[in-house]
């Protein structure tokens, strides 16, 4: 180490080993700092919403729609009901469409067309939602005059999709190919084969990326606003109005009384308890990590 | 300089053993996870001589160099046990620091690693300014003098602002040699170092090997016994994680002692 | 003989194939969709769209005198989006660099899936979260003490209130962390080792190994997750409409981060269902939403891009 010898160096070395180790430690410091940061404001809420939605929760809460506005009381179950019946219908559409794409880019999607068609799925799954919203506005509901929650089923479809197609074509991407071969060996036409052999053994992977999606899509509040309005009232048809979970907390969040506040923290709870249960499940029964990214 | 690492690797006077080697091990063991690479390995690595590694492959050589280092135990899983001493002190004694250890002893992989996104003048100067040394003037005088050390500076002396990437196989190889020649360590650990060159490079590399042992402490595992023979002063022979055979290289490669190492000199096995 | 009656003309698809193009196309009916989307907004915006209305900063939707101006909004979305980025990215960074550098494993699996769970919550119950805790944070800890001592600075005039656009853009950080931290933590696990034992070799500490051997490789991935993240918070629409204040036209315009203000997002959220069907208001919403569409569509094919790059990498290289 001549060159830091002949400048008398030493000492100089030493003082930089300890900035050196210093700096290590400090960075150490700051990104733990970082996680602690972070996990703050979860913590904050699962604490406030517990806190402040419990008082909300009795008998009533849940067997009853709101009141008129202004009169405290009523309950939620009529939003309950939107929600679910919105999950429902979302998933009558999405599920398939979403599945059977997955296997198209997973089996066939080797081509310029399955990039495309990936690519197109991620931009999607990133998309600002209202914007799918304003769409299913400006085309279900204005072609059926009315708002719809089948029109909102169909912007939540358009969320679920990609993240369906997603889990699916990586899990299908898993199985073995000598799971395949052998099938086919026996006669068993490639179709039959991906559909009851290749799906049945990625299935694990196929119902994580349905309760994600769910998950999701419970979650959502800005395309149901142009699409399905919210509403006083329980379920009346497709062609009505509807309320949701996440309206409802909109709603109430804005409203200026005391008691509004509440029911929207009670329903807040409701809804963080669909939302992370499915959520929870769904990491639980798939530990590996692909399904984790960005969704 | 070595005062304070000295400092920094203090340890009993008790500890300290002969100081005409550079390095020694003392029962020497390493495991993967429960694999055991490494068999009670005794070893004693004289300075300023150049030690030659030989063995088929997997027989525990790259293990071997890299507990020399401190690099074994940076694989999750890995294990050491016993001890290696570095100018009489056991560096995997607690009070070590690995960073100490790893900046006295320099080592270039068996596949070239540069840094790719990196200027190759950045590649060169990044253990220097690690220490401090931001100097400029001082820094491209060690740049230049690592490069040509490293048979390079001829070749990229107008690109020094180009990627690590840009280079091929054999030049990111001797970028790292540079690499590593830069910080100037007292040992230097050689994995392989011109499997990825073409003959020309590589006995220009064997050259400069030769050249170093003045300064530095060599330790090269290599598969070609024709490289053993010409550069190295001392040639160990491993098999299956044990130390078979360790003696003056004219004597391993004119007189072995055992059988095992003559077959595989003469090419019977691996 | 003719070649016809040997090998009678095939009428019809083997069922193999038939099955391939159904699912070709049932696939195809997002690329269809997004196509649509495009189309739609566009025919619907047509009436309103012109470079008054981008640059425009008047807003009156009141049939007689209307007039439709969105760059406060666009202004307002941007001065979020890079509050967002600013605080959010480098916290997500340093998340990434503690998961896949630093933390022991059986507390890297619990992190990761906290993070995760971070990313499941709702955007309302932020929304309502800033509106009744966050916002009073926001106002105490930071706007009072900002504007006691860099009051006279412009971006900080204004009575701190809560409602406004710095909490609306700190909301938004707090939001894409566990989406930029994910990303970024799997681009930093991609990094062959080889290159941590580099540096290592050098003499580097920890933290020397994860800037020369770890960030250095791994940039390109790391801009391409912020990028994502901008394209999460350009997009974001409850949490912020519940925080950032709602202002309208030249009030909006973003000229002090203690003001109330408004975004794309935000502006459609308030408005659409008050729109009179009559006047341009719903074709000036619409008009706003194809903006914030290409806007994200931008944003997005870029993110995809360099994101991408980087995980190929991984996929070729079995180190
Ligand atoms: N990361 C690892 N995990 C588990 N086992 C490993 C790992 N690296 C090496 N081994 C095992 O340890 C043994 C010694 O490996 P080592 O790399 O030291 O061999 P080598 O003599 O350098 O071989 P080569 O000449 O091929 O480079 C081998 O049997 C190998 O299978
Ligand atoms: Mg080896």
Redesign the pocket.
């Given at each position: 180490m001549a060159y830091i010898k002949d400048k008398g160096g030493c000492s100089r070395i030493m003082q930089t080993y300890l900035v050196r180790k210093f700096k290590d430690k400090f960075a150490y410091a700051v990104c733990l700092a970082c996680v602690i940061v972070a996990v703050i404001p979860l913590g904050s809420i699962l604490f406030e919403v517990t806190k402040n939605g419990l008082p909300a929760l009795n008998m009533e809460f849940f067997i009853e729609g709101p009141r008129a506005i202004g009169e405290p009381g009523g309950g939620i179950a009529n939003s309950i009901q939107g929600t679910l019946i919105l999950i429902g219908l979302t998933s009558l559409i999405g599920v398939p469409i979403g599945i059977l794409s997955g296997i198209y880019l997973a089996e066939f999607g080797n081509n310029k067309f399955g990039k495309i068609v990936r690519l197109t799925n991620n931009i999607l799954a990133q998309f600002p939602s209202i914007v799918i919203g304003i769409f299913a506005y400006l085309t279900i509901v204005l072609l059926i005059g009315s708002f719809s929650p089948l029109a909102g089923a169909i912007a939540l479809a358009i969320i679920m999709i990609p993240i369906i197609t997603r889990t699916t074509e990586e899990s299908l991407k898993l199985v073995p190919n000598t799971l395949r071969e052998a099938s086919m060996a026996l006669g068993i036409r490639r179709w039959r084969t991906i559909m009851s052999i290749v799906l049945v053994s990625a299935k694990n992977g196929v119902v994580t990326g349905i309760m994600l999606s769910i998950s999701r899509i419970a979650g959502e509040t800005a395309p149901l606003i142009m699409t399905i309005l919210g509403s006083q009232w329980f379920f009346s048809g497709l062609t009505e109005p509807m309320d949701a979970l996440t309206l409802r907390i909109w709603r109430l969040a804005l409203l200026p009384y005391d008691y509004a506040h509440t029911t929207g923290w009670g329903a807040a709870l409701v809804l963080i308890i669909i939302v992370l249960s499915l959520n929870i499940l769904a990491r639980i029964l798939t530990r590996s990590k692909f399904v984790l990214r960005g969704v | 300089m070595i005062g304070m690492n000295k400092e920094l690797l203090s340890v009993s006077s008790k500890e300290r053993v002969n100081q005409t080697y550079k390095i020694e091990t003392e029962n020497l063991n390493a495991w993967?996870?429960t694999?055991q690479?490494l068999k009670d390995i005794n070893i004693k690595i004289r300075a300023n001589s150049i030690t030659a590694i030989i063995?088929?492959?997997?027989?525990?050589?790259?293990?071997?160099i890299?507990c020399l280092n401190r690099m074994h135990e940076l694989?999750p899983?890995?294990k050491v046990s016993g001890k290696v001493f570095l100018d009489g002190v056991d560096i995997y004694s607690k009070n070590v620091d690995p960073v100490i250890v790893r900046r006295r002893v320099g080592m270039v992989f068996?596949k070239p690693n540069p840094f790719p996104t990196m200027s190759i003048y950045d590649n060169v100067a990044a253990g220097l300014k690690l220490n401090g040394i931001r100097d400029r003037k001082r820094l491209d005088e060690i740049v230049r003098k690592s490069l040509e050390q490293a048979w390079l500076w001829d070749e990229v002396k107008d690109d020094l602002d180009k990627p690590g990437a840009s280079l091929s196989g054999g030049q990111q190889q001797r970028l790292c040699i540079a690499r590593a020649l830069a910080v100037e360590p007292e040992v230097l650990l050689l994995?392989?170092p011109t499997s990825a060159l073409d003959p020309i490079a590589a006995s220009k590399i064997e050259q400069l090997i030769v050249s170093l042992k003045r300064d530095y402490t060599i330790v090269i595992?290599t598969?070609n016994m024709q490289q053993a023979a010409r550069v190295s002063d001392y040639t160990a022979f491993?098999y299956l994680?044990r130390l078979i055979e360790y003696d003056v290289t004219a004597k391993i490669f004119s007189n072995p002692r055992e059988e095992l190492t003559e077959n595989y000199i003469a090419g019977r096995f691996g | 003989m003719d070649e016809n009656m040997k090998y009678p003309p095939k009428f019809f698809l083997s069922v193999d194939d038939f099955f391939k193009y159904i699912l070709g196309i049932i696939s195809g009916l997002v690329v269809l969709t997004l196509f649509f989307m495009v189309l739609e907004l566009f025919r619907h915006s047509l009436p309103v769209l012109s470079l008054k209305f981008v640059f425009g900063v008047n807003w009156n939707p009141v049939v007689g005198s209307e007039e439709y101006g969105i760059l406060p909004y666009i202004l307002g979305t941007m001065v979020t989006s890079v509050i967002a980025i600013v605080v959010g990215v480098p916290i997500s960074l340093g998340i990434a660099i503690y998961l896949s550098e630093m933390a022991p494993n059986f507390i890297r699996t619990t992190l990761s899936f906290i993070i995760e769970l971070l990313a499941a919550v709702p955007s309302v119950i932020y929304g309502l979260w800033g509106l009744f805790i966050f916002r009073f944070w926001v106002r105490d800890f930071i706007e009072i003490p900002l504007s006691k001592y860099l009051g006279f600075l412009p971006i900080f005039q204004g009575e701190p209130f809560g409602l406004d656009i710095l909490t609306a853009g700190l909301i938004l950080a707090i939001m894409i962390i566990p989406t930029v931290a994910s990303v970024s933590r799997e681009v930093l696990m991609a990094v062959p080792n080889s290159q941590r034992e580099a540096a290592y070799s050098l003499g580097a500490t920890k933290w020397e190994v994860i800037r020369l051997g770890v960030l250095s490789y791994a940039k390109s991935g790391i801009v391409g997750a912020a990028i994502l993240g901008l394209g999460r918070a350009v997009g974001e629409t409850m949490a912020v409409t519940m925080v950032i204040g709602n202002a309208i036209g030249a009030a909006a315009l973003p000229t002090s981060l203690f003001k109330a203000g408004q975004t794309m997002a935000s502006l459609i959220a308030n408005e659409f269902n008050e729109a009179d069907p009559t006047s341009l208001h719903p074709n000036a919403l619409v008009g706003v939403g194809l903006i914030l569409f290409v806007l994200a569509l931008t944003v997005n094919l870029f993110a995809q891009v360099l994101v991408w790059r980087i995980l190929k990498i991984k996929e070729g290289a079995v180190e």
């Open positions: - | 993967f996870g694999k690479a063995g088929p492959s997997g027989c525990g050589k790259s293990t071997l890299r694989v899983s890995a068996q994995d392989e595992v598969h491993l994680g | -």
